[in-house]
């Protein structure tokens, strides 16, 4: 079935560690996302990626780091540089309908980055 | 500021009965969206509202864009126990070719039975 794969399901990490949260996509989707949610205050764009190698900051990217070398794959990585990092991370894709001017996102099932 | 808000944050309904949950914007909607969240998951599509004065209906749920493209509302007739989580309105306030979207923080619907 298509849709989008996300790993690790958990993850803790000690201070001061990088750490990469792998998303993988097989809706032949151009676009990819990742999104940070933390209790009351909603989805916050990280990242965004409209095409293969090449990606745009969204409104929190600071602390994180993203590559698009493939169209199925958009993984994230958390940077020690991010201060607060222990959230619940979504990633999603969406097709652009142009005849529509606009398209849904398809989510992940997430991840959820704990902090020790 | 939030540009996406939500009301009510959290709401307790006894099965069977009917519920609203509104969104609205300072900014006209170019696409507005509803997904609905189970704890600890991700976000499941429910709905997508483009033109004032759009409605669209999907089982018992029923959601509703005003022609200002400002407000929307997500009506749930008859609820049961299956309705209950979280449901967050997703926009896209700048009309350009990224998709990206804004979400509210989400209202969270418990359904008792």
């Known amino acids: 079935d298509g849709g989008i794969t996300q790993s690790p399901k958990y993850l803790f990490r000690k201070e001061g560690q990088n750490v990469t949260l792998s998303c993988e996509q097989n809706?032949?989707?151009?676009?990819m996302y990742w999104y940070r949610q933390d209790p009351g205050q909603g989805l916050r764009l990280i990242y965004y990626?409209?095409?293969?190698?090449?990606?745009q900051k969204g409104d929190i990217a600071e602390g994180y780091s993203v590559s698009r070398e493939k169209k199925e794959s958009f993984p994230l990585t958390v940077t020690s540089a991010q201060k607060n990092p222990t959230a619940f991370y979504l990633c999603a894709s969406s097709i652009w309908k142009p005849e529509a001017n606009t398209g849904e996102l398809f989510f992940g099932e997430g991840s959820r980055l704990t902090v020790l | 500021s939030q540009e996406l808000e939500q009301s009510p944050q959290s709401l307790i309904v006894q099965e069977g009965k009917n519920l609203t949950i509104n969104c609205t914007s300072s900014k006209t909607l170019y696409g507005l969206y509803w997904y609905k969240q189970k704890y600890g998951e991700g976000l499941i599509f429910l709905m997508m509202l483009q033109k004032g004065g759009e409605e669209k209906s999907h089982e018992k749920i029923t959601a509703k864009l005003d022609e200002k493209k400002q407000q929307s509302s997500l009506h749930i007739t008859a609820s049961q126990p299956s309705h209950a989580g979280t449901y967050l309105c997703?926009?896209?306030?700048?009309?350009?070719?990224?998709?990206?979207?804004?979400f509210g923080t989400g209202t969270l619907l418990a359904v008792q039975p």
């Open positions: 809706l032949n989707h151009d676009a």
């Open positions: 997703g926009a896209d306030t700048a009309g350009g070719a990224t998709n990206k979207l804004i």
């Open positions: 990626s409209q095409i293969v190698n090449d990606f």
